[in-house]
């Protein structure tokens, strides 16, 4: 299925499968649900790793 997996991040801009994308003015704010969300899906089970993705455009 690459072609789904390309298309699936051609409209979300998620690189990945599952994942959480939120937006907003203030990027300290960001950055801390960024941290919780992290903490929370880390020790999860399950194939996936979980990592924040920034993004410089605020």
């Known amino acids: 299925m690459p ?3 390309r298309i699936d991040m051609l409209s979300t801009g998620i690189k990945t499968p599952v994942g959480i994308k939120f937006l907003g003015p203030d990027l ?3 950055a801390g649900l960024g941290e919780q969300i992290e903490s929370l899906l880390r ?3 399950g194939p996936c790793p ?3 993705n920034g993004s410089p455009e605020g």
């Open 43 to 45: 020790d999860k089970k």
């Open 3 to 5: 072609i789904k997996t």
């Open 50 to 52: 979980c990592f924040p």
């Open 28 to 30: 300290e704010i960001l």
